[in-house]
């Protein structure tokens, strides 16, 4: 079992920027990707960015160049730094790992960009 717990989210100005963070119950080592997924309004959830342990990651297209992932291996955390922030950016962004043939979700933190 794992607990993905974030933070982060809130309300910020169109060109703004938010650090949403991601802690998981397990800090041994096992777990190999995490990843932030987001949901708005009548769409589909969609993978923002994920990174695997070792440093490769991957970004959605509408998001390359504005966003960045980050994971700290030691203590089985993941950060996403969202820059350059579009109101079509607004949805609830919830963290993801994979782990032992099971994905797990964060309860999902709202991120909000006025016009």
């Known amino acids: 079992q794992v607990q993905l717990v974030e933070s982060g989210g809130g309300l910020v100005q169109n060109g703004g920027s938010l650090r949403l963070s991601c802690t998981a119950s397990?800090?041994?080592?096992?777990?190999?990707?995490m990843g932030w997924y987001r949901q708005a309004p009548g769409k589909q959830r969609e993978l923002v960015a994920q990174?695997?342990?070792?440093?490769?990651?991957n970004y959605a297209g509408s998001v390359n160049g504005r966003f960045s992932i980050s994971m700290d291996n030691d203590k089985n955390m993941v950060y996403l730094q969202m820059d350059s922030l579009k109101p079509e950016d607004t949805a609830v962004y919830y963290c993801?790992?994979?782990?032992?043939?099971?994905?797990?979700w964060g309860q999902g933190t709202q991120v909000t960009v006025s016009s």
């Open positions: 993801y790992t994979a782990w032992g043939g099971t994905d797990y």
């Open positions: 397990r800090n041994d080592f096992s777990i190999y990707v």
């Open positions: 990174i695997r342990r070792g440093g490769s990651s």
